[in-house]
């Protein structure tokens, strides 16, 4: 078979575009706002604080932990997602080396 278009880029490059398709969705991101208010809690706790059906929540904590932005445990018959650290630190140093750019470049190319 042919090369698929993420193969022409690097493993850095798709897996930071992984990451942000998993932060495109208002969603998740009130979701992972909620998961850092409470540093812990369980799929029901989600579903109550967001205006979305459980299914719909279900589906984009998948996204999120499969992006590895979370990571859940199960107890008993439900399941506590947290905020994955490690998750993040490829944005941060993303989001860092972008910083890092504009702060030395004053002038505008454009």
Do not use: W
């Not at 540093?39 to 996204?63: F, R, W, Y």
């Amino acid at each position: 078979m042919g090369a698929t278009k993420t193969d022409h880029f690097t493993d850095n490059q798709n897996e930071l575009a992984i990451l942000a398709k998993a932060l495109g969705h208002p969603a998740r991101i009130a979701i992972l706002e909620y998961l850092m208010k409470v540093d812990t809690c369980i799929c029901g706790d989600i579903v109550n604080e967001m205006p979305l059906a459980q299914p719909t929540v279900s589906q984009h904590l998948k996204e999120l932990k499969n992006a590895g932005l979370i990571k859940g445990n199960i107890e008993g018959n439900a399941i506590c997602y947290c905020i994955n650290e490690a998750g993040f630190e490829k944005i941060k140093g993303f989001l860092g080396h972008i910083a890092d750019y504009t702060d030395k470049k004053k002038s505008s190319c454009c």
